[in-house]
Structures are given as C-alpha cells and as structure tokens.
C-alpha cells in the first residue's frame, strides 16, 4: 500500500509540474539606429520641399514643385485661418508636384501651406 500511495505521489508531482511549466520570453529595447542606417532606407535624392503659407483667394491652387528633374513621392497641405477649410490635396498631373486648395468661411482668402516629399 504504501508503494502504490508513493507512486501516485510522484506521478501526481511530475503531472503537476508538466502543466505548470510556462514559456518565458524576455524582450529587449531595439538597438539605436545609426543616421547612416536611417538614410541608406530613404529613396535616392530624398527631399522635403515647403511652400509657406501665403494668403490666396479662396478655391485657388497653390503648386508645389519638386526641383530639377525629381518626382514627387507624396505630399500634403495646410489651410490655414479662423473658419479654414482644406478643399484639396493632391499630386500634379505631371508627376512632379504637388497642389493644395481651400476655402475659408466669411472670408474672401485663405492660407494655404503645401508640402511635397521629392526624390530622384
């Protein structure tokens, strides 16, 4: 009797310890990235071109284009005033800008601000 009461002890103990046992997995802060990593990722030629905010009627574009002979990847535009509504944004026809338009309520103008990521 008291081998079998021992037997069932042990077998008690190792199903026990099978159904405790948990997988630990440590995490770890990803490593600084190098600025020489961070611009090897960017496209060739990489460039953020603004157009500052100007004053303009409302409804009229205002056009951005990349310089020389690089495209734009994408873009956007701010409107800028108490009551300012962005109308639009979005890439020239061309492929080599990029256009914002908008319109404010009470008012004749707008501010308009646009912004355009270039690359070669």
Known sequence: MRFKKSLLLSIAALTTAACVTATVVTLQAPAPVAAATRHAALPPG?????????NVPNFQRRTLYCPG?????????EARGNAAILVGSFPTSDGRGWIGLGRQIGYNDVGISVFAICAD
């Open 69 to 77: 002979s690089k495209r734009v990847l994408g873009g956007g535009a």
């Open 46 to 54: 990489y460039q953020l071109v603004t157009l500052p905010n100007a």
